[in-house]
Nanobody
């Protein structure tokens, strides 16, 4: 059974940085076979939204509001996905989820496009 486990969340002041990690367990083959991996977030009272995705070739697609501040990366040898978040703002406060699916990354990030999900990591940014 495939499991995704996030770590690295926490509380920071506006302008600070955090790095989220997502470990993939139980996948039969290398995660290089998982074509699409992504980060989503969900703020209280709001729907879960896509933040960024990365495919097996390393191509990325960022939500406009995080471009230039967030960086996604994957280490297939270590079965890991990362999200480096810099210049954090209070509006980045949310539960962050990693997601994965063997299919190609969708044109528009949608929760329905991903088969595997982590349990979430809380990120809180204070002003």
């Amino acid at each position: 059974q495939v499991q995704l486990v996030e770590s690295g969340g926490g509380s920071v002041q506006s302008g600070g940085s955090l790095r989220l990690s997502c470990a993939v367990f139980g996948y039969t083959y290398s995660i290089s076979d998982i074509d699409c991996m992504a980060w989503f977030r969900q703020a209280p009272g709001k729907e879960r939204e896509g933040v960024v995705d990365i495919d097996s070739a390393g191509s990325t697609d960022y939500k406009d509001s995080v471009k230039g501040r967030f960086t996604i990366s994957r280490d297939n040898a270590k079965n890991m996905l990362y999200l480096q978040m810099n210049s954090l703002k209070p509006e980045d406060t949310a539960m962050y989820f990693c997601a994965a699916d063997p299919s190609r990354c969708p044109v528009v990030l949608s929760t329905t496009s991903f088969r595997y999900w982590g349990q979430g990591a809380q990120v809180t940014v204070s002003s």
